[in-house]
């Protein structure tokens, strides 16, 4: 009977020490996966508040409406890289383009995080979710007369548009890890052209369609897509309702990037 008693002991001391080990098996493994959680929320996190610095770096810094001659900024960020991509902004009238300016973007990438520079908006989020955070310098009327007005002397005066166009002059191209401080000096001067009366559009050439899509659709144009020359990048074109008179003010803006 005692002998019987002590290989049950045993076997229950045994089960005990074999349900402890897989208790503890099973709880370091929960708190690895919860470690590994934390770790990609963290950088999750500090990936978002890189992409927010940058773009209110761009904002401080670029300043092509506001500023003229020389103005300094700095961009910092963790990780990434810096550099310039060809853009063009173009306006059409009625008979085709009318004019093309040589914008240039200034982009920050780092993995699927982007913020761009572009025509003077800023832009933040990957191309498939991108969002305008900064509005171009593109200024209308609320109100223009219709173009097929029956008695021209009873129409209303044409409404105004005004097509800002920052033009990146230069070539960027930084890479940074670990911590990355840029200083970025522009020299900046503008120069205004009447394109006179007529129906217009305007084409953004951009990597970023949809954000710019749903921002001209938010002001009430009519929204196309195009490849004008061919290069695979597509240019979201906003036409403008009625007849305007059209200014085309470009901010030529001298762009030099130094690291420290």
């Known amino acids: 009977m005692c ?28 708190l690895g996966s919860l470690t590994a959680g934390i770790g990609v929320i963290v950088e999750e ?6 992409s927010a610095r940058v773009a209110a770096d761009f904002d401080a810094a670029l300043d092509p409406v506001e500023a003229t001659g020389v103005h300094r900024g700095r961009v910092s960020f963790t990780d990434g890289e810096l550099q310039t991509k060809e853009r063009d902004l173009r306006v059409l009238n009625e008979s085709g383009t009318l004019r093309t ?4 973007a200034l982009v920050f990438t780092a993995g699927d995080r982007r913020v761009a520079f572009l025509a003077g908006a800023i832009v933040r989020g990957p ?10 310098p593109i200024t209308l009327s609320r109100n223009a007369p219709a173009t097929d007005a029956s008695n021209a002397d009873d129409a209303d ?16 191209a930084v890479s940074g890890s670990g911590g990355a401080s840029v200083a970025l000096r522009t020299e900046v001067s503008h120069r205004r052209s009447l ?61 030099e990037v130094r690291n420290g």
């Not at 953004?204 to 144009?221: D, G, K, L």
């Open 3 to 30: 002998i019987e008693l002590y290989y049950i002991f045993i076997n229950y001391a045994q089960s005990n020490v074999v349900g402890v080990a897989i208790l503890l098996g099973v709880v370091v493994v929960a």
């Open 45 to 50: 996190n500090a990936a978002a508040a890189d």
């Open 101 to 104: 300016v040589r914008t240039d």
């Open 127 to 136: 191309p498939d979710n991108a969002k305008v955070r900064t509005p171009p």
């Open 157 to 172: 005066p044409p409404g105004v548009l005004v097509v800002g166009a920052p033009a990146l002059n230069g070539s960027v």
């Open 195 to 255: 394109l006179g009366n007529g129906t217009y559009r305007v084409a953004i050439e951009t990597a970023t369609p949809e954000a710019w899509r749903r921002h001209f659709e938010r002001r009430n144009a009519s929204v196309t897509t195009r490849d004008f020359d061919g290069d695979g990048v597509t240019s979201v074109v906003a036409a403008y309702p009625g007849e305007r008179v059209a200014y085309l003010v470009v901010h030529e803006m001298d762009v």
